[in-house]
């Protein structure tokens, strides 16, 4: 099946779709509270991907002040990924792919020098997306999820070229 499906920004009237995403697709859920308020904070980093008018995927993220894990001195902003979720049927066809680029065109917005996340150790082909986009793995998290399951802090420099 081939999709032909767009970018953009998260509007408020599609917390409903994003919300049913998240919880159909993993096992770590928010509040609807919790995605606006990340829409409301940093709107550029809060992306759906649409398929003939609906929304089959999403990513979301935040910007954060921390000691980079790269070279630079002084504190750095650093984009942190929170969710990214792609229905079952439109996997493996790119989406996930567009929703991560587009997520780091917006960093550079907010100056972010930086992005990072966290994934599940077992989640193989999340986790080859993320090296094929430049990630790194920096460190194994230990019990991690609150099913005990571990997690890479996989991580990458920006801008993304």
Excluded: W
């Amino acid at each position: 099946m081939q999709t032909t499906f767009t970018i953009r920004r998260f509007k408020p009237t599609d917390l409903e779709r994003v919300m049913y995403i998240n919880q159909l697709c993993l096992p770590e859920n928010y509040s609807s509270s919790f995605f606006l308020d990340l829409y409301e904070q940093f709107p550029e980093t809060f992306v759906v991907a649409e398929e003939d008018g609906e929304i089959v995927g999403y990513a979301m993220c935040r910007i954060e002040r921390s000691i980079p894990s790269f070279r630079f001195t002084g504190f750095a902003k650093k984009g942190h990924l929170i969710s990214i979720a792609v229905l079952p049927k439109y996997q493996r066809q790119g989406v996930g792919e567009a929703l991560m680029k587009e997520i780091m065109k917006a960093l550079l917005g907010y100056e972010a020098k930086e992005f990072y996340l966290e994934v599940r150790v077992t989640n193989t082909s999340a986790i080859s997306l993320y090296k094929k986009l430049g990630f790194q793995v920096a460190k194994t998290f230990h019990g991690y999820y609150s099913d005990g399951e571990d997690a890479y802090l996989m991580s990458r420099k920006l801008p993304f070229e």
